[in-house]
């Protein structure tokens, strides 16, 4: 059977459509934001039982491409492209585990963490990148004169970009704010071979020239406008159903910046429901940084005015957006799945990935908007205590190790509740035996 998909315009009001190997990021008519749609009827010709059998006999299998967790789904995400020009890590399939004992102590049993960072470039950036670069792959063997695929970016965006190119011998360029970056940031596309160019601006400077730049059609547009990303990303949250046997949890907490992924875990459960594989309707809460939060705002007014902002400094810094670029799509995801919207400080954040960590997590500050999410739902009711609740991490702690020493130094610029410092010794038996004795004495396990 042949599936088929292509890009369409989001605008109700427009709908124009373009093949998917065109070179194109946003309606030729209008100017809206596409996304890719598919031929559900065809679709649906495979009942909603042949899908879930196909779908588990391919997943984490070694039957290339099909055990990554991307393209395990291939005829739900990019049917037409040749299995030869896939360029794949085997992303996806990552853990899903209950977090029991952050979950006793916070007053919920059914408490699920989705650990997207545990990936090749340690992010879930690269689920939608495989995607891309794929895409890219196919065009460049069709004929397409494609020179190299550019991305603005201050982290996982670049290394994920980076990485894909590396491994199927594409230049990748990367333009960073000088000075703005740290080692850490730095380090994986450098190492992968991107061409990196440092400009003496933000990160907002670094995205309008990328987007002049991309104009000619040689250097192909890696930014999340681009809504093959999306297609990748929104294999999560059907992997997370599939790896619950099929049955949806209630309740989804995903953070958010530029409103890319939740566009895309939104787009993925309304797949499955469209063809018949969801038992029921989530909810969706997006978590945002006090002090990166527009679609908060918008939320707290119905989503009838949005308002860009300028987005302050927060440790959270992958979601340090005031302007995101998926806002349209992220508000229609919310509309469907009865959307909350909860935003965080940054002390709530910074102590919620510490008091995960203190139960054998190891959380980026991103996951940790998202637990302060948790947090305060509970408090205030909004999500009950015998609701299952899937909390998705986006990056592994290690790329944010920076963040994780500020705050058990008590570097940071509040009070941070669950420090934990080496305690300095002689290096004698007796000092040690003492200091052993008095720091056991004064330690109680349950924080
Ligand atoms: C990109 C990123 C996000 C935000 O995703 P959006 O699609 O921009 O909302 C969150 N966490 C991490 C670690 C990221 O890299
Ligand atoms: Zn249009």
Redesign the pocket.
């Known amino acids: 059977m042949s599936y088929q998909a292509w890009f369409e315009c989001i605008n109700r009001d427009c709908r124009e459509t373009y093949p998917i190997n065109r070179i194109i990021y946003k309606c030729r008519t209008c100017g809206s934001l596409l996304e890719v749609r598919h031929d559900l009827k065809t679709l649906k010709r495979k009942k909603p039982e042949t899908w879930k059998r196909l779908f588990e006999k391919r997943y984490k299998s070694n039957q290339w491409p099909f055990g990554s967790g991307v393209w395990g789904k291939k005829e739900w995400v990019l049917p037409q492209i040749d299995d030869n020009n896939i360029v794949s890590m085997y992303e996806g399939g990552t853990n899903l585990f209950w977090a029991e004992r952050f979950g006793k102590l916070i007053g919920i049993e059914n408490l699920w963490i989705k650990l997207c960072?545990n990936t090749h470039s340690g992010?879930?950036?690269d689920l939608g990148m495989t995607v891309l670069v794929s895409q890219v792959k196919q065009m460049i063997s069709d004929g397409v004169p494609i020179k190299a695929v550019a991305c603005a970016s201050t982290?996982?965006?670049s290394a994920a970009l980076a990485v894909y190119c590396a491994a199927a011998g594409i230049q990748s360029i990367v333009l960073l704010p000088k000075g703005k970056i740290s080692v850490a940031q730095l380090v994986q596309p450098i190492a992968n071979g991107a061409l990196v160019l440092s400009l003496d601006t933000d990160f907002d400077g670094c995205m309008r020239v990328v987007k002049e730049i991309t104009t000619d059609e040689t250097i192909y547009l890696a930014n999340?406008m681009n809504s093959l990303r999306v297609e990748g990303?929104k294999t999560v949250g059907i992997e997370i159903v599939q790896q619950f046997d099929w049955q949806c949890p209630d309740v989804f907490i995903?953070?958010?910046?530029?409103?890319?992924?939740?566009?895309?875990l939104g787009k993925g459960l309304k797949m499955m429901q469209e063809l018949g594989m969801l038992d029921k309707k989530p909810r969706i809460v997006v978590a945002q940084a006090e002090r990166a939060n527009p679609l908060y705002r918008a939320y707290l007014k119905n989503f009838e005015v949005f308002e860009a902002i300028q987005a302050q400094r927060t440790l959270?810094s992958?979601?340090q957006?005031g302007n995101?670029?998926?806002y349209e799509k992220?508000v229609r995801t919310l509309q469907e799945f009865n959307g909350v919207v909860v935003d965080a400080t940054e002390q709530e954040l910074a102590d919620a990935a510490a008091l995960g960590d203190k139960t054998g997590m190891f959380n980026?500050p991103?996951?940790g908007v998202a637990l302060a999410a948790l947090l305060k739902m509970l408090k205030s009711g909004a999500i009950d205590k015998s609701e299952c609740v899937v909390v998705i991490s986006?990056?592994h702690g290690l790329?944010f190790t920076d963040f994780k020493i500020a705050y058990h130094e008590g570097r940071l610029e509040f009070p941070c509740k669950y420090i934990n410092n080496p305690i300095e010794v002689q290096p004698t038996v007796d000092a040690v035996k003492d200091a052993l004795y008095r720091a056991l004495q004064n330690r109680r396990i349950d924080v």
């Open positions: 960072g992010s879930f950036k982290g996982d965006t999340s990303q995903i953070p958010g910046g530029n409103l890319g992924n939740v566009a895309a959270a992958a979601i957006i995101p670029v998926s992220a980026c991103h996951t986006t990056a790329k």
